[in-house]
């Protein structure tokens, strides 16, 4: 699949590809506009965003879309194989699989988003303050950093979990904790390297505050490889969310997670495979799909490869 | 007449290398005063040490009859900027020109930062087109307009021009030599050129002086340098070295290292 | 000097394909190289580059060469397979670049460097190679060669860099040596030092040398000929010695528009180009 730039109206398309833009939001979406571009050659990057883009659709429109109540337990129904009225059949209290796949997408999406917002501001600020001020500030950070990073993340988060007690709203404050190390990394290490530019130098003689340059100078030349990290790393979260409702960590019954519906279908996945295999498939897909699109923008966005 | 910077007996260490030693400069206002070296001599450090860039430094510097401490505040900002030499690496990729120039107008509360963006882009040559692009969509030399546009934009009375012009080409350092000498003598201002350039400082300042090994070696006039009137050996050597190959000059040339 | 050709070149055209569409580097460029220096001179965006490249087959994937003649003695340079360019680079036509920091391996010790491109080309042993590695670094004036032998690309000045560079473009004697702004990053001192080295070597070897460079004045005070070129074309061809007769205004501008120590504080002519010169 490949979005031709004709398909944009002339009159718009030329206010993006415009070379003397008019203000600063014309020329921000110029340069939106040409990463655009360069992402729509990489095939794989655009089956990445399509799954996620799905994600999200599902996510929104679940109602319309599920045939079946998630939660309406049938016992009369259960364990049914993959049919014309259960496109997945039905789990061990006879609900639609197939619903409760859809509903499910909201707690991947749920809990992807909500690490992403917490771990990502946080690993910025204390990379680009380590990076920036160096010196004891610097070792502080950092070695805070290490402890955390010491940890592996699925046992880290099983700790919290375990201590902060279950539900999912633990399972994203355990994930978070553990994800903001790498990009602290990332983004001190983009601070080190980018701190003794000209530009930089340039901005302080014109006053700009240690804040200032911090926020406004250096973080934009942090964000390209946060973003592609972040990215990747979601992947990663659905993972270990998947695998604390798998522990029952995380979700709570009947909440149609879909680490917790593998969990629950394991006792038969031999004769009913499908119980456990369909949400499986769908982790699975997901992560594929933010993969791919962490990738194609590794490749719009390198900051070495120019603009 | 008091001068608009005096620098006395300034010493400077960086790690433990003495990189200045024992300079003393005062330029007039209005003055054009110009630093000569080859690399390591020490021009680009008290550039660096008048904008509070050198921690380790000893000596005098007042700057419009004000002593500078070790910081820099914003009194000083609005009376001294500086252009650098990389006009590559010293815009921020990520910002636009509008942005580059509005900041510091922002930051010093000066006000109307929409008709001082305009002037400034006027002052230096470039039309309202450049307003909004991005570095990267510009040319060294129309970058370099922009870092001098940057720097007049808070009104400063003092200029201080590190190898402004090293890295463009030949003619394009015409036209911003050429610009740099307008914009002297339409606002008053006051530069320290740095270059390794003998024939760039002789063309834009009245007095230069050559360093070496972080001293200064001599003095002369830009009427001196170009009557060749130099005494000191190593002077002498540089400006032979700027006449183009010579195979009898190379040969007599000594290693001052 | 004699005044065999070594190199004939006939209407090159350089085009690479880019993002942006097209874009012609180098567009019918001809000349003869015997063994002589020709300098090559012009401004960013000239072809200057990109020409030297051409010569050595080392023009970027993207780029499509066409060209009437690329003749160096009976080789077509045009259709040469990879492994004919192999014999031909380094052995028979070699090139320095600008910045040793960036043509140097940093991770390797110069003495590495230089006996790895010695047995390239000889069949010595150890520390034969040795020996006339540091006879290399001698020739080029290295004062201190076990010192610098020992040393990283990084530990060395600009200079004495270039000046291994040099040592090591010219193990395998090669007939032309392409200097693409080999002086450009060094200071002015050390600039003609390096030259005088070039100046010798050259001369005692019988090489052809190519100088490209931006800096005019330094290049016809240095070379034989001169070729001006602007935006792909080369403009004029004159010897260096009657380059205050030059007849194009581009060259004419070059020459003027550079600042004189005469104690002259006037505005310095500027350069109007026009657009002819662009065709040709």
Redesign the interface.
């Known amino acids: 699949m490949n979005i031709s730039s004709n398909a944009v109206k002339p009159g718009l398309k030329q206010w993006l590809t415009s070379?003397?833009?008019?203000?600063?939001w014309?020329?921000k979406c110029g340069?939106a506009w040409l990463g655009w571009l360069k992402f729509t050659e990489n095939r794989l990057a655009m089956i990445g965003l399509s799954i996620v883009l799905a994600l999200i659709l599902v996510t929104i429109f679940a109602p319309l879309l599920a045939p079946y109540d998630p939660l309406a337990a049938d016992l009369t129904n259960r364990i049914q194989s993959p049919s014309a009225e259960h496109w997945f059949g039905t789990d061990q209290l006879g609900r639609d699989i197939l619903s409760r796949l859809i509903y499910g997408a909201q707690y991947t999406l749920m809990i992807v988003a909500l690490v992403v917002i917490t771990a990502a501001p946080v690993g910025l600020l204390v990379g680009t303050a380590a990076g920036f001020f160096g010196g004891w500030i610097d070792a502080t950070l950092m070695r805070i950093t290490d402890i955390f990073l010491a940890f592996p993340k699925l046992i880290l988060a099983l700790a919290f979990v375990s201590a902060l007690g279950p539900g999912i709203e633990n399972a994203v404050l355990a994930i978070a904790l553990t994800a903001w190390p790498p990009y602290a990394r990332i983004a001190r290490a983009e601070t080190i390297t980018v701190r003794k530019?000209?530009?930089i130098?340039?901005?302080r003689?014109?006053?700009?505050s240690n804040m200032?340059l911090i926020l406004?100078?250096i973080t934009?030349?942090c964000i390209s490889s946060l973003v592609v990290r972040v990215t990747l790393d979601m992947a990663g979260m659905i993972l270990i969310a998947a695998g604390l409702g798998f522990l029952g960590l995380g979700a709570q019954p009947p909440m149609p997670e879909w680490g917790a519906m593998v969990s629950e279908g394991r006792q038969f996945l031999l004769e009913q495979w499908w119980v456990s295999t369909v949400p499986g498939l769908a982790i699975f897909i997901v992560s594929l799909g933010f993969n791919l699109l962490g990738d194609g923008l590794r490749d719009v966005l390198d900051p070495r490869g120019?603009? | 007449m008091t001068a608009m910077i005096e620098i006395t007996k300034l010493n400077a260490w960086f790690d433990d290398n003495h990189v200045l030693k024992d300079i003393d400069i005062s330029i007039p206002a209005n003055g054009s005063f110009g630093l000569v070296g080859?690399?390591g001599s020490g021009k680009s450090t008290v550039l660096r040490t008048i904008?509070g860039?050198v921690d380790d430094w000893e000596g005098n510097i007042l700057v419009n009859n004000k002593e500078l401490t070790k910081k820099r505040d914003?009194t000083f900002?609005r009376l001294a900027?500086?252009v650098?030499?990389?006009p590559f690496?010293?815009?921020?990729?990520?910002?636009?020109i509008?942005?580059i120039l509005t900041?510091?107008v922002n930051?010093?509360k000066l006000g109307n930062s929409d008709a001082r963006v305009v002037e400034a882009l006027k002052q230096v040559g470039l039309d309202n087109?450049?307003r909004?692009?991005?570095p990267?969509?510009l040319s060294?030399g129309q970058r370099q307009r922009v870092?001098i546009a940057?720097a007049l934009i808070?009104e400063p009375k003092i200029l201080l021009l590190d190898e402004p012009t090293s890295a463009l080409?030949?003619?394009?350092?015409?036209?911003v030599?050429?610009l740099l000498?307008?914009l002297r003598n339409d606002l008053g201002l006051t530069y320290i050129m740095v270059s390794?350039?003998?024939?760039?400082v002789?063309?834009?300042c009245d007095d230069i002086a050559i360093m070496n090994h972080g001293r200064i070696v001599e003095r002369a006039t830009?009427?001196q340098?170009?009557?060749g009137k130099l005494e000191n050996p190593y002077s002498q050597?540089?400006f032979k070295?700027?006449?183009?190959?010579?195979?009898a000059?190379?040969?007599s040339?000594v290693d001052w290292n | 000097m004699t005044t065999d050709t070594l190199l004939s070149v006939k209407n090159l055209a350089i085009t690479f394909s880019t993002s942006k569409g097209p874009v012609h580097a180098v567009r019918g460029v001809s000349f003869d190289l015997g063994r002589e220096r020709l300098g090559i001179v012009g401004?960013?965006g000239s072809g200057k580059s990109q020409t030297g490249r051409a010569i050595l087959g080392l023009t970027a994937a993207n780029g499509k060469i066409t060209a009437d003649q690329m003749q160096f003695h009976d080789l077509d340079l045009r259709n040469l397979s990879k492994r004919d360019w192999r014999k031909v680079r380094g052995a028979r036509i070699s090139m320095i670049m600008q910045d040793p920091k960036y043509s140097l391996n940093p991770v390797m010790t110069i003495g590495d460097q230089i006996i790895e491109a010695y047995r390239e080309h000889h069949k010595v042993n150890a520390t034969e190679a040795k020996r006339r590695a540091l006879d290399m670094l001698a020739a080029v004036k290295i004062r201190d060669p076990e010192r610098v032998f020992k040393s990283y690309p990084h530990e060395v000045s600009?200079g004495m860099g270039q000046r291994v560079m040099i040592a090591m473009m010219l193990i395998p004697d090669p007939e032309i040596l392409i200097a693409d702004e080999p002086t450009s990053a060094l200071?002015?001192?050390?600039?003609?030092?390096v030259?005088?080295i070039l100046?010798d070597l050259v001369r005692e070897r019988g090489m052809a040398l190519v100088f490209i460079s931006?800096?005019?004045?330094?290049v016809?005070?240095?070379c034989d000929r001169v070729l001006v070129m602007y935006q792909g074309h080369v403009v004029e061809e004159i010897r260096a010695s009657e380059l205050d007769q030059a007849k194009h205004p581009y060259t004419q501008?070059?020459l003027n528009?550079?600042?004189?120590?005469?104690?002259?504080?006037a505005?310095?002519?500027?350069?109007t180009r026009e657009a002819s010169w662009a065709e040709a």
């Open positions: 070379d003397t833009p008019q203000s600063r014309q020329a340069r530019s000209d530009y130098e340039a901005a003689l014109q006053g700009v200032g406004g100078h934009p030349m120019g603009d | 080859e690399s904008t860039l914003k900002y900027q500086m650098f030499q990389d690496g010293s815009l921020h990729p990520r910002h636009t509008d942005r900041e510091p930051i010093h087109s450049f909004f692009r991005y990267h969509q060294g870092a940057r808070l080409d030949v003619s394009i350092q015409a036209e030599l050429n000498t307008r390794h350039d003998l024939a760039v002789a063309h834009m830009a009427g340098l170009a009557d050597q540089l070295a700027a006449g183009g190959y010579d195979r000059v190379i040969d040339f | 401004e960013s600009g200071d002015v001192t050390v600039q003609l030092q030259m005088a100046d931006h800096d005019l004045h330094l016809s005070s240095f501008g070059l528009c550079l600042p004189k120590m005469d104690g002259n504080h505005e310095l002519p500027v350069l």
